[in-house]
């Protein structure tokens, strides 16, 4: 009897379950879910996207009737490092980073129809990152397309075509690793035959399909798409192939899309820069206005906390030649999904939610022991961490500390400094000098030497307080203690939705300069340009924060069709 690898019986099996769900006529439920699986015969996905694929645009895409959605390409490194977070607050599993970036973030809407795609060259790192998410997603796929360099010197994305033996022990450790559907997506190679050939080696470990971007690796978007290989390819096997590439060249509407599955004669037919500019193109009348999806998304974009920078890339895509009109300039100015929603006249919308967010929060806490205050010797304690993004961008609860100290002519905040290696405190030896500098505030934290977490005291009016938790910065840690004397003394401490204390001057708050409009806009674009700079700077790949995963000045043109 001859024997026949596990892999080979797994690819046997998918391909019968596709088959078997494809005699169904339509894109039913039982064609998307072939045996309680993911099937991706027969449908339409939102293609894997730079900053574009996160969790805002991914459930818009279902919900205008995409029947599956990838996220944007997430680095193995980076995930690997992640902890599942089940954030209760906005009802999300989100994988943060240790540094408190959230890399993934997915909700029970999309977890039968969300595929996680990974940048990867190592096939134990891989198997690890889709273990981790596992549970949450319906399927993960390689990135074997990809031909910028952030990937491919790193041996990822379009580097990995070059290498046949590495693509077959990624996806073979893959396939027997983990209980879910595994796929990847190639771009063409020189040849029809030497195309061909990869993906047979690709049907052979066993994976439930693969989508095909019709171009060689060299080639960009504005470069025809080759419908002829992704039809040869189609031809020469017996899993679902999913045509991508046609945003530019075929695809425009929605009765577009058939006719590029037609002429590649594949399976499915994945999107990418159509979706991107209108994502509406998957409903069967669409696109719809452009308007009316810019506000849909938003929405999302407010329930699920999403970065406003990545907020904002997103709209400034829709927006296309309109970038700079009022519009597209209030859009790129605005430094919060707060002001951005003004923008678009949904800020009683995005207050209503922040509110219920908060009453969330709030109701989580006195359930629980986290943020309730605990005396640690004549220190207050509570578990709190600072998150730079529930404040305006002229606004820090130091500074709401400062100015209540000085409204209550009370000793200005001290923070307090404590070496981590030999807990020694270095307040008092930097006092005299401080002094000396005119400067009336000491500044402090205790650095962990095991992952440089930083913790700061801070007294007020002879009581001191400090958060439990770790900060990545000794910025980061002062904003947390003084997140903490104000919550246990009952003062404001200017987040995003909180009625206007007084504390604050409206200038300040409001960020308004002497020069006017003019110059304000002026100043956006240069902290615009700054957090770019911080960005790309903090991070060797291409992993910044929830929805900003790849560098910072990432043309639209990344966007793969």
């Not at 599956?68 to 680095?75: D, F, G």
């Not at 993934?104 to 990152?129: N, S």
């Not at 509110?355 to 929060?361: D, F, L, N, S, V």
């Not at 004549?378 to 709401?400: C, G, L, S, W």
Request: glycine share 6%; with cysteine.
């Amino acid at each position: 009897m001859t024997h026949v690898p596990k892999q080979e019986v797994l690819r046997r099996a998918r391909a019968d379950s596709s088959r078997s769900a494809a005699v169904v006529s339509g894109r039913t439920e039982w064609n998307i879910m072939a045996a309680g699986r993911l099937s991706f015969r027969n449908i339409t996905a939102l293609a894997p996207m730079v900053r574009v694929g996160t969790l805002p645009m991914r459930l818009l895409a279902l919900d205008y009737g995409a029947d599956v959605v990838y996220c944007e390409e997430l680095i193995d490194i980076k995930m690997v490092q992640c902890q599942r977070v089940v954030n209760e607050v906005l009802q999300t599993v989100d994988f943060v980073a240790p540094d408190d970036r959230v890399m993934f973030r997915t909700c029970e809407r999309e977890k039968d129809r969300v595929v996680f795609q990974m940048g990867t060259a190592d096939p134990d790192r891989a198997l690890a990152v889709a273990r981790l998410v596992e549970k949450d997603v319906a399927a993960v796929d390689v990135n074997m397309g990809c031909p910028k360099e952030y990937s491919t010197k790193g041996g990822m994305g379009a580097a990995l075509l070059s290498d046949p033996d590495k693509i077959e022990a990624i996806l073979t450790k893959l396939v027997t690793g983990v209980s879910i559907p595994v796929t990847c997506k190639i771009r063409i190679l020189p040849s029809v035959e030497e195309t061909i050939s990869l993906v047979q080696r690709i049907e052979r470990t066993g994976v439930a399909a693969v989508a095909v971007h019709g171009r060689f690796k060299e080639e960009r978007p504005r470069h025809p798409v080759h419908c002829n290989y992704i039809q040869a390819v189609a031809r020469a096997v017996s899993i679902p192939v999913i045509a991508n590439g046609g945003s530019l060249d075929v695809v425009k509407t929605n009765a577009d899309i058939e006719h590029f599955r037609r002429a590649t004669g594949a399976s499915s037919v994945m999107l990418a820069r159509a979706a991107m500019w209108n994502v509406s193109v998957f409903v069967s009348e669409g696109p719809l206005p452009v308007e009316k999806v810019m506000e849909e998304y938003l929405k999302y974009a407010i329930r699920y906390d999403n970065h406003a920078f990545n907020t904002k890339y997103c709209l400034c895509q829709m927006l296309r030649d309109k970038v700079e009109s009022p519009l597209g300039k209030q859009v790129q100015a605005a430094q919060t999904n707060a002001e951005i929603s003004a923008a678009y006249g949904l800020h009683t919308f995005c207050r209503h939610v922040q509110e219920q967010q908060q009453t969330r929060r709030a109701a989580l806490q006195s359930g629980g022991q986290s943020e309730r205050p605990v005396m640690d010797g004549d220190v207050t304690t509570v578990a709190v961490k600072f998150e730079r993004r529930n404040y305006p961008p002229q606004i820090t609860p130091k500074m709401f500390l400062l100015e209540w100290s000085r409204r209550e002519r009370v000793e200005q905040p001290l923070y307090e400094t404590v070496r981590g290696d030999d807990d020694r405190t270095v307040t008092e030896d930097l006092k005299v000098l401080l002094t000396r500098r005119l400067c009336s505030r000491v500044c402090s934290q205790v650095q962990r030497s095991q992952d440089r977490g930083f913790q700061s005291t801070v007294t007020v009016a002879g009581k001191r307080f400090r958060s439990t938790l770790w900060e990545k910065s000794k910025k980061f840690a002062e904003q947390a203690a003084a997140v903490v004397c104000l919550r246990v003394l009952g003062i404001p401490e200017g987040r995003i939705g909180e009625e206007d204390s007084g504390l604050v001057c409206k200038r300040k708050r409001d960020g308004k300069t002497n020069g006017g409009a003019e110059q304000q806009q002026e100043q956006s674009k240069k902290r615009h340009l700054g957090d770019v700079q911080q960005e790309t700077q903090s991070s060797a790949t291409p992993a910044l924060a929830n929805g900003d995963h790849r560098e910072a000045d990432t043309p639209p043109e990344q966007a793969q069709p």
